[in-house]
């Protein structure tokens, strides 16, 4: 059975297409104090698959009251994190702080027997888990809804994106593969980027990133990108995070189309990862 959290209904029907397992309808009831309760009537059975990205405070405690009462309902719990929040917090940046992803890690991996998250920042991530946890990379899916496109160019904002955009390119089946370096001041959260090399004037442009969440990266990157000239710019990434106003900033940095898989659900979620998440699971 499949126990989708709030924030992973979409995939959760998808994955329950894909696998020919049972959806559960969670209930939700809520208290006057702000708390609140799942419940999942019909719980039961070999095995529960609870899908959750953990994209708030919130979906982290439903996640846990989803384990916690498949624990008691079924034989065996999988645990399936989307989009696996605070996984960017991988160590201490300054003395005295914590290591939010392993707290995390530790809380969630209390509760399953087993772990599987899409294209964590860090695949490293999942050796904080203390049961078998996996990284999946969704990233060839991105090059689904891609046009047809002229002599293209698959762009990371900063290197750490370049094998995805390599990924990308090589599910689309043509083009070349770059990146730029980024800078970001920790103080202000200004991101810059510096031009990459390669020629980008008169080409089809696709940039590739493992998340978009406040936009500063992408839409310094596709500024800089409108400098030489491209005939079109198309950004895609796994995790459309989309935080307050960065789908706006996109817009008006100038894109021809953006899209994101259904890791975290958005308008732009145009691609599902609920066969890769189905393939690792039969
Ligand atoms: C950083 O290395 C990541 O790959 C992303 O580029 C970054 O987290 C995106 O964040 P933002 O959208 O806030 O610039």
């Known amino acids: 059975m499949i126990l989708p959290g709030s924030a992973s209904q979409s995939l959760s029907a998808s994955l329950a297409a894909e696998l020919d397992a049972p959806l559960a309808t969670v209930e939700t009831d809520r208290?006057?104090?702000?708390?609140?309760?799942?419940?999942?009537?019909?719980?039961?059975?070999?095995?529960?698959?609870v899908v959750a990205a953990t994209v708030s405070a919130r979906a982290h405690v439903e996640l846990l009251q989803l384990q916690d009462l498949a624990r008691e309902a079924f034989d065996e719990v999988v645990t399936v994190l989307p989009y696996m929040g605070y996984a960017r917090q991988d160590r201490a940046f300054r003395e005295g702080e914590p290591v939010s992803a392993r707290a995390v890690a530790r809380a969630v991996g209390s509760g399953t027997d087993r772990v599987l998250t899409?294209?964590?920042h860090e695949p490293g991530v999942c050796e904080f888990f203390d049961v078998p946890a996996e990284p999946l990379d969704a990233a060839p899916r991105l090059a689904d809804p891609l046009p047809d496109l002229s002599d293209p160019l698959f762009l990371a904002p900063d290197e750490g994106a370049i094998e995805l955009a390599a990924s990308v390119r090589d599910?689309?089946?043509?083009?070349?593969?770059?990146?730029?370096?980024?800078?970001?001041?920790?103080?202000?959260?200004?991101?810059?980027?510096?031009?990459?090399?390669?020629a980008a004037a008169g080409r089809d442009v696709v940039l590739v990133d493992d998340i978009i969440a406040t936009g500063s990266t992408m839409a310094s990157a596709i500024e800089q990108l409108h400098?030489?000239?491209?005939?079109?710019?198309?950004?895609?990434?796994?995790?459309?995070?989309?935080?307050?106003?960065?789908?706006?900033?996109?817009?008006?940095?100038?894109?021809?189309?953006?899209?994101?898989?259904?890791?975290?659900?958005?308008?732009?979620?145009?691609?599902?990862?609920?066969p890769v998440v189905a393939d690792a699971l039969e």
């Open 227 to 274: 400098a030489s000239g491209p005939a079109s710019v198309h950004v895609t990434c796994v995790h459309p995070m989309l935080a307050d106003n960065a789908r706006s900033k996109l817009a008006n940095a100038g894109v021809d189309s953006l899209h994101g898989t259904d890791t975290v659900e958005r308008p732009v979620s145009s691609v599902s990862v609920a």
């Open 31 to 49: 208290f006057a104090d702000g708390e609140f309760k799942v419940r999942v009537p019909d719980a039961g059975g070999d095995r529960a698959v």
């Open 171 to 198: 599910a689309y089946g043509a083009g070349d593969t770059d990146y730029f370096e980024k800078t970001r001041d920790y103080d202000t959260g200004e991101v810059s980027v510096e031009p990459s090399d390669a």
């Open 118 to 120: 899409v294209n964590p």
